[in-house]
T-cell receptor, first 108, second 115 residues
Framework: RKEVEQDPGPFNVPEGATVAFNCTYSNSASQSFFWYRQDCRKEPKLLMSVYSSGNEDGRFTAQLNRASQYISLLIRDSKLSDSATYLC?????????FGTGTRLQVFP | EAGVTQFPSHSVIEKGQTVTLRCDPISGHDNLYWYRRVMGKEIKFLLHFVKESKQDESGMPNNRFLAERTGGTYSTLKVQPAELEDSGVYFCASSQEQGEIGELFFGEGSRLTVL
């Protein structure tokens, strides 16, 4: 079983749509939680950290449920530029543990 | 400010040959990490340097892989001899933070193809 599980997608959505990604992690000792974004053949870049209280950054909202070991990312009013792979990441013992990523394609 | 730079961007070698990948972290970042993505799989941790010292090398696949960080600046990752299953994208990342890991800044990766 993978340490971080994500639906690989792809999610094909029209501009303006709201899309949600989910992620589960297996290690209850996971300490920190992030969403990274990776464009095709580019490096991963931090999108946002995820906190139990939930946090929002513009059109992006992230949520963590430690009891269920579940992380989510909501993107509202999708833009063409949101097309990318979204990586769910947790830290265990100082190491980043990545999910395989969920691919999002936003079409006009 | 320059980001994390990696060289080469792509390397094609034959099984049994040697390849050395180089990473230049962001200036002033003490933490340097190597990660690898094999096709179809998730990005996986290889090792972590703090300055010139190996903090954690638990992700190194086997003794064909050797990482060094001379003087706590740039790092090299040598694969010798390369095998087919070593093909993938090798990412280097750096960070400034001590203690709890925060944001890592990744290079664009070195794509290795072993034929």
């Amino acid at each position: 079983r993978k340490e971080v599980e994500q639906d690989p997608g792809p999610f094909n959505v029209p501009e303006g749509a709201t899309v949600a990604f989910n992620c589960t992690y297996s290690n209850s000792a996971s300490q920190s939680f992030f969403w990274y974004r990776q464009d095709c053949r580019k490096e991963p870049k931090l999108l946002m950290s995820v906190y139990s209280s939930g946090n929002e950054d513009g059109r992006f909202t992230a949520q963590l449920n430690r009891a269920s070991q579940y992380i989510s990312l909501l993107i509202r009013d999708s833009k063409l530029s949101d097309s990318a792979t979204y990586l769910c990441v947790v830290t265990v013992s100082g190491k980043l543990i990545f999910g395989t990523g969920t691919r999002l394609q936003v079409f006009p | 400010e320059a980001g994390v730079t990696q060289f080469p961007s792509h390397s094609v070698i034959e099984k049994g040959q040697t390849v050395t990948l180089r990473c230049d972290p962001i200036s002033g970042h003490d933490n340097l990490y190597w990660y690898r993505r094999v096709m179809g799989k998730e990005i996986k941790f290889l090792l972590h340097f703090v300055k010139e010292s190996k903090q954690d090398e638990s992700g190194m696949p086997n003794n064909r892989f050797l990482a060094e960080r001379t003087g706590g600046t740039y790092s090299t990752l040598k694969v010798q001899p390369a095998e087919l299953e070593d093909s993938g994208v090798y990412f280097c990342a750096s960070s400034q933070e001590q203690g709890e890991i925060g944001e890592l800044f990744f290079g664009e990766g070195s794509r290795l193809t072993v034929l």
